[in-house]
């Protein structure tokens, strides 16, 4: 082939660039496969297979948390997943947080006063209606008690999965979408309760387990011997120490998970516990020390049970909320919570060389006041280095923690009695569901209720006493009112001694008290149904066995 000269020199301008564009073909080609195996062993950064979610916000990481220990196939990730698709996670949408039907919402939320907005309760609602659709795909032999099925379930309907033998079609895209989310959040902190950073909205930091314990300042002295003095478990050494791990006896911290000042009372204990809380507030330091030794007492008492540490329990308690310790039958699995409960005992044997706080010398931690300056050559500037005759604490027996005190009126405490055989669970015959405390023990009188059986937890565990009561958080299963009519409710008391709390479970399965028996009302088989006595009918609805 002849090229004019035009064309030759065309053709040698092209043959300059050939190898320029071969090896930006290489390269680009390389680059290629590199992104390509990179995509293979750390997975895409979005998309199907990679989903990130929006986060949790820090106000409702306990909530989470909480609620995810009501079943055994929930975990903060999993429900955190099924609120990032519901709403992306936020409290303020228009149909709640976890964006629930008018049905679920009516049959499982927390109370009638409640709202699907409140996140809280929309959490709780939506925690609850997981178990219970577990549980019945559970008794109908399908999935195992797996968590993909009750989102199924939760998706397209309890009939629709039933019908399937399994996952239907037209839940496939929900199911594989929450399960990507859960991947996700399964790898973030805050979902195990890592304390993160404090806010600094009102300035402090929070102490570690590195922070030296520093001395009691004076001015809180005369307080926490008084806080200390309420109950066996509480003593001043194990007040101070607490409120070294919570605040080092800073007055003004804002803690990153909502606990306020000096204490670090989380808003929702104040309100409920704290006898000050209508007139003081947890930032006023003399009124929360006072109140802590009355909180820490009260969930001493509550969360006590054989084969456990109450006061660690009662800590846990205080830092995460009673609810949670109780569904959990234990301190939650948390690092950081755990963490906590050490710190806190490892500052009370500080202080309890504390001559300020009835102990002994032993050195190592002065008791001068930091915040009062120079200290006197008694060793305080505030507070004379040993305890006034009024305030030394009296000796205190290792001994069952006190109730709190009796409403006006009601009987003394009975004489002590002796367990007959280990707590075991109470079941209906016409519901299959277990005798379970209403909305936990902490309440004063709660109203027994029937509820999925949760696999032993305290909630549902009962004992007999050679007395006759049947007890759990060491109360007395009750006819309120000391009634025998038809209707009277079945609560949960402290033990009198009295008629109203002996109860048989006889050959015939009728748990019964006054020749009435214990009733599920209604004939209702779901979970909250409350309990009520009623004359013995022999039907299904009072018919009970201890579960095996």
């Known amino acids: 082939m002849n090229f004019n000269s035009s064309e030759r020199a065309d053709a040698m301008s092209i043959s300059r660039y050939v190898p320029r564009v071969a090896a930006a073909v290489v390269t680009l080609l390389v680059a290629t496969a590199a ?52 709403s992306e996670v936020d409290p303020q949408a228009p149909r709640g947080i976890a964006a629930l039907s008018d049905q679920v919402w009516t049959t499982w939320r927390p109370s009638v006063a409640t709202s699907p907005t409140d ?42 999965v039933r019908s399937a033998g399994g996952i239907p079609d037209s839940a496939v895209e929900y199911v594989e979408r929450v399960s990507e989310y859960a991947e996700w959040y399964s790898h973030q902190p805050d979902l195990a309760l890592a304390r993160p950073a404090p806010s600094g909205a009102i300035g402090g930091t929070e102490p570690g387990a590195d922070t030296p314990p520093v001395p009691v300042p004076g001015e809180y002295v005369r307080a926490v011997l008084s806080a200390g003095r309420r109950c066996g478990e509480v003593t001043p050494a194990r007040i101070a120490g607490q409120l070294m791990a919570a605040s080092a006896f800073n007055p003004n911290l804002s803690g990153a998970d909502g606990g306020q000042g000096i204490a670090q009372f989380a808003p929702a204990v104040w309100e409920r516990y704290a006898p000050a809380a209508r007139a003081a507030s947890p930032w006023e330091p003399l009124p929360a020390i006072d109140a802590l030794g009355v909180v820490m007492c009260t969930f001493v008492t509550q969360q006590a049970r054989p084969g456990a540490d109450a006061y660690d329990l009662a800590l846990a308690a205080f830092r995460w909320g009673p609810d949670a310790v109780q569904r959990a039958g234990k301190v939650p699995d948390s690092a950081a919570l755990r963490g906590f409960i050490a710190l806190a005992h490892r500052y009370a044997q500080t202080y309890q060389t504390d001559p300020r706080l009835g102990g002994r010398p032993a050195g190592g931690l002065a008791t001068g006041t930091p915040s009062a300056g120079r200290p006197t050559a008694g060793g305080s500037s505030a507070t004379p280095s040993t305890s006034p005759p009024d305030l030394a604490t009296p000796a205190r027996p290792a001994a069952t923690p006190s109730s709190p005190p009796q409403p006006a009126g009601t009987a003394s405490r009975a004489p002590e009695s002796r367990p007959v055989g280990a707590a075991r669970q109470i079941v209906g015959h016409g519901s299959g569901r277990c005798i379970d405390v209403t909305d936990g023990a902490y309440l004063s009188r709660p109203h027994l209720q029937i509820w999925t059986c949760d696999g032993g937890g305290p909630i549902q565990a009962w004992t007999v006493y050679d007395d006759g009561t049947i007890r759990a958080f060491k109360r007395c299963m009750t006819v309120g009112g000391g009634s025998v009519r038809n209707g009277a409710p ?36 779901g979970n909250g149904t409350r309990l009520q006595l009623w004359e013995c009918g022999g039907t299904d609805n009072q018919k009970w066995s201890w579960k095996r």
Request: proline share 4%.
């Open 490 to 525: 079945i609560t949960l008391e402290t033990c009198t001694g009295s008629a109203n709390q002996r109860f048989t479970l006889n050959n015939s399965h009728d748990l019964v008290n006054a020749g009435r028996c214990v009733d599920v009302t209604d004939h209702g088989t």
């Open 119 to 160: 996140p809280e309760a929309s959490i709780t609602a939506l925690a609850r209606h997981m178990c219970d659709l577990s549980g019945q795909l559970r008794l109908a032999g399908i999935g195992a008690g797996r968590w993909e099925f009750a989102l199924a379930a939760y998706e397209v309907g309890l009939e629709s």
């Open 35 to 86: 992104a390509l195996l990179v995509a293979v062993v750390t997975g895409p950064a979005s998309g199907e297979q990679g989903r990130r979610g929006t986060g949790v916000p820090v106000s409702l990481v306990t909530t989470i948390s909480t609620a995810a220990l009501s079943c055994p196939i929930l975990t903060p990730a999993r429900i955190a997943a099924q609120l990032e698709v519901a």
